[in-house]
């Protein structure tokens, strides 16, 4: 078991341009999260599908930011026009059917807006 | 406002000695979950809890529902215990939302 894997690791993107980040959760989970982290704000929620299916967007900036779980086996999340306050550590979790159960974190994609 | 707040932001500890961290929730927590992230910063899940209490090692931890707390126990603190201790509570099926984290340092 691989555990969540997040790719890529670190990525610097200019301002303005588009950011897509990578993740695959560990097998047989159906539930995946996805947080992003700073030192102002801490831990912040995102997004969060189960089978596939979006469940709560309610942390997601409503411009710019999308995500979608295409099938079981991995998820993505999309920054259009990047921001210098885009950067930040993102993190994607994976549990077996949702967050009543046992989170399980990826190493995160460092993103660095310039 | 807050809703996970987590108590103390900052602890120092000598090797061997134990100490308690807490958070309250201003939420109808149903679970609760402590992570331990390390200095190059990957989260590791260190308890999963309905109210009650678990013991993994030398981590204690319980979860008082009614109260609206969960604490976490470290006894004989040891170098490898250093890094941010998060708590995370769930409510109705909803993610988890997180704490500030108390970053812990132990020393020799």
């Known amino acids: 078991n691989a555990g969540v894997i997040q790719t890529p690791r670190h990525k610097v993107t200019g301002k303005g341009q588009e950011a897509t980040l990578w993740c695959e959760p560990i097998s047989g989970h159906s539930a995946v999260f996805w947080y992003r982290q700073t030192i102002v704000q801490g831990l912040e929620f995102l997004t969060y599908f189960r089978n596939q299916a979006p469940i709560d967007d309610s942390g997601m900036p409503k411009e710019r930011f999308s995500a979608q779980m295409p099938n079981q086996s991995h998820s993505t999340l999309k920054i259009q026009s990047t921001q210098p306050q885009d950067s930040a550590v993102y993190l994607c979790?994976?549990?077996?059917?949702?967050?009543?159960?046992?989170?399980?974190f990826g190493a995160g994609t460092r993103l660095s807006v310039l | 406002g807050d809703k996970v707040k987590q108590s103390p932001s900052a602890l120092s500890l000598q090797e061997g000695t134990n100490s308690a961290l807490r958070c309250n929730f201003s939420?109808?927590?149903?679970?609760v979950q402590w992570f331990l992230q390390n200095p190059r910063g990957s989260l590791m899940n260190l308890f999963y809890l309905v109210p009650g209490t678990k013991e993994n090692g030398r981590l204690k931890s319980a979860f008082d529902s009614k109260e609206s707390y969960s604490t976490l126990h470290i006894r004989d603190a040891q170098l490898e215990d250093s890094g941010t201790y998060f708590c995370?509570?769930?409510?109705?099926?909803?993610?988890?939302?997180f704490g500030t984290g108390t970053t812990v340092s132990v020393s020799p």
């Open positions: 995370a509570a769930e409510g109705g099926g909803r993610a988890l939302i």
């Open positions: 939420i109808a927590a149903t679970t």
């Open positions: 979790a994976s549990s077996l059917a949702g967050s009543q159960n046992t989170l399980y």
